[in-house]
């Protein structure tokens, strides 16, 4: 007979294997989804995960999903991790690639080693202006944050979509929602010759090495600790909450903001309809399928790369349609907040008694 | 018909450790039992096996001979064994009648007679059509009784029945259970509280860690001696001695008014009051009149008008926890396990959050760990918090051992004033006795209490001046050599 039972305490090794135990059941899943489909479930696990990043191009490709993924989930664990729930990195991330952008146009023909710096950081005051927004109402207005920063998502979708058929399309574009390339001096520098993988990685790999410092070093990071953990401990030990709030709401926004200038300076050069796939909302499972663990993000956001890449080549060879590749992120979801049982309880296998 | 209930070699066992090590206890109707024993003694674990909610892992349990086979409450009640437990099981918006009848099959009308006429019979008065949320706690407990009694049951136990009830409360349910106990309910009375057993019961079952210590007749036992065998140990008697009464005035508050947009919290009007050096200021209460705002806008949790809060002749009313403790004030608030520490951190990192400016935890915005590290280790020793292992999860640490390492936290700075709230709630005896000492010293040293309990003996035993906090008014002060229980109890009712 198997009996459930309570843990004295959650146990520190399940809570790094249930991520990997939530990506194997997503696989028994997806193959189970696949023999329905009529398809034979290995060999469309092994084009979905395995045929992507086969080759050197498919490398480069997943390093470059996998980017502003991990960027966001770094900038989200921030807020996370402090018991705010940002859900809005896909609108700060928007509006971080509206204001880079904007200034990416400015400097249009021109040249020079300062563009590059100036619209990189604009993306990230950009990000950090519409994540401010949330951050405010919530602090000042007693609002709720994952309500107002999901409903902005929306409101700046629609101004990049006013933005790039209106007032900044490419008056040589014969009416193509999109701006003008940016000059080069606006981009960040390709990586290797052939390959689409550019210099945006570097950003993410700096996000990861000062959240692991802010995180584990900082008084700051502290505090961010005892928040998650207790708000009424928070306030008994006298941390300023709302300069907490608006602080990892600037820092998340930054770095959804910074995903931003890496989408639209990156391979592309211009702002578009677009630019991310849903990157800011598929960054939160990232986040959590990490453990807000800047290293656990860097794999998760490999794996949920993964996904992306794989729905293309699925919809490719096998005609599935690329929405499953969404199926997929979430049943890791779905399959990590139900292993996240096994945290508080164990599985007890007993002989049956006389 | 006399009721025989018999415990039979009860044991049950947890994952390191043993509740209930071979138990064997006998009850006969007509008699009042107590069972006593400190936090985790098992005198909890037993009575859930005897009302159903655990089933041992050994032994037998006889109901006038007959063999009991208790898989579940429900069986409990169908053998006539009746249970109201510390916190109450009923639901807030259903009307008294219909709280009552909810796990009955019986004809609604007959019930209702039937619940009148034992309402009657023990002079009840409850409203049976008014929702439950605006009962009293003692009315509330009242509820769970008649709901027992509709089953005429032989056996009625009750788990540490006054911990929420005033002391007039208190006396009318001993009046009631004595009542029962006439008409030939089986009653067994659990708790800690020693006073209680002596006022109220005829034979005493004392449990220490999981084993029957001893049972006796009420008779031939007094406080200490019970109190010894409770706690396996002789405790120093703490005597506090009196304040210097000519000495400076410390904090003063003055017309502080709080008022909550939160419906469940409660207002709190014009309260004013002073503590000079080395006094300790009691304030009474029924939890919820108020103690939890008054200890926030103390601690500055809830920030108030700069000039309602005068310390050591700065206003401090508008600055948070953090800018308070720069003036050497202390804070112990009530919740352990929520508020004064984060159970999922390490001990070290517990002690980090009572950050000074001197202490030097961070520099810079950097953790010194190494200097935390040091700090918890001296309070772990000056305090007697008993482990060497600072990173220990604090979840591990006994409710004693925390509130020391709190109160150690708290007081290695020597702060002038220290602010407590129901320091010594659901801990043992030993570790009452501990933080009793402790605040005793702190009075010594000239260094100042303002004292929040519900615990009217300690208030009692160690406070210079009281106050009793009812609907968020504070009464006047009173000496405390001029007060009584009975008094407090009455103000605490909300009487004059």
Known sequence: ?354 | MNTNLKISNVTKIYPGCVANDNVSLEFNSGKIYALLGENGAGKSTLVKILSGVIIPDEGKIYLNENNLKLNSPLDAKKNDIGMVFQHFNLFETLSVFENLIIDSDQQRESLREKIESIMRKYNFSIDLDIPVLNLSAGQKQKVEIIRCLIRSPKVLIMDEPTSVLTEQETSELFLSLKKFSEEGILIIYITHKLKEVMQLCDEVAVMRRGKLVSVSQIKNENLESLATKMVGQNLKTIKKKKANTASDQLIKITNLNFISEDPFETNLSNINFSVNRGECLGIAGISGNGQSELFQVLSGEILSDKNSIEFNKNYIGDLNPQERREYMVAFSPEDRLEQAAVPQMKIFENVALNNFKSSNFFNNGLINEKKIRKHSKKIISDFNVNTDNIDLKSQFLSGGNLQKLIMGRELITSPDLLICFNPTWGLDVGAINYIHETLVNINEQNKSIILISTDTDELLKLSDKISVIHKGKLSKIMNADEVTSEKLGILMGGGN
């Open chain 1, 1 to 354: 007979m198997i009996k459930i039972v309570k843990r004295d305490q959650p146990s520190r090794a399940i809570f790094f294997l249930t991520p990997i135990l939530a990506i194997f059941l997503t696989l028994v899943a997806g193959g189970i989804i696949f023999y329905i489909l009529g398809f034979k479930p290995f060999e469309a696990l092994k084009f979905f995960f395995i045929v992507p990043i086969a080759d050197k191009y498919g490398f480069s490709e997943l390093l470059l999903k996998a980017t502003p993924l991990c960027l966001i989930a770094i900038g989200l664990s921030f807020c996370f991790k402090s018991n705010n729930w940002n859900i809005g990195a896909e609108g700060q991330l928007t509006f971080g690639a509206i204001v880079s952008g904007g200034v990416a146009l400015l400097f249009y023909e021109q040249e020079g080693f300062y563009i590059l710096p100036v619209v990189i950081l604009a993306g990230a005051i950009g990000g950090m202006l519409y994540a401010s927004i949330p951050a405010i109402l919530k602090t000042y207005f007693n609002t709720n944050e994952i309500l107002v920063s999901l409903m902005l998502v929306y409101v700046s979708k629609l101004i990049l979509d006013y933005l790039v058929v209106g007032p900044w399309s490419n008056p040589e574009g014969f009416n193509f929602p999109e701006t003008r390339q940016f000059s080069d001096s606006a981009k960040l520098p390709l990586l290797f010759e052939g390959l689409r993988i550019h210099a945006g990685i570097f950003l993410a790999l700096a996000a990861v090495v000062i959240s692991w410092f802010v995180f584990y070093k900082t008084y700051l990071g502290f505090q961010m600790k005892v928040s998650g953990f207790s708000l009424k401990t928070a306030k008994y030990a006298g941390y300023k909450g709302k300069k907490m709030i608006i602080l990892v709401f600037l820092i998340s926004g930054a770095c959804a903001g910074l995903a931003g200038v890496g989408e639209i300076t990156g391979p592309i050069g211009q702002l578009h309809r677009e630019i991310s796939p849903d990157y800011g909302f598929t960054a939160i499972i990232v986040a959590f399928l990490g453990r807000l663990h800047p290293v656990g993000i860097i794999f998760a956001s490999l794996v949920v790369a993964i996904t992306y890449l794989g729905a293309e080549t699925a919809q490719i060879f096998m005609q599935i349609p690329k929405y499953t590749g969404q199926v997929f992120q979430g049943m890791i979801l779905f399959f990590l907040l139900a292993s996240d049982y096994l945290l508080f309880f164990k599985f007890k296998f007993i002989g049956s008694k006389k």
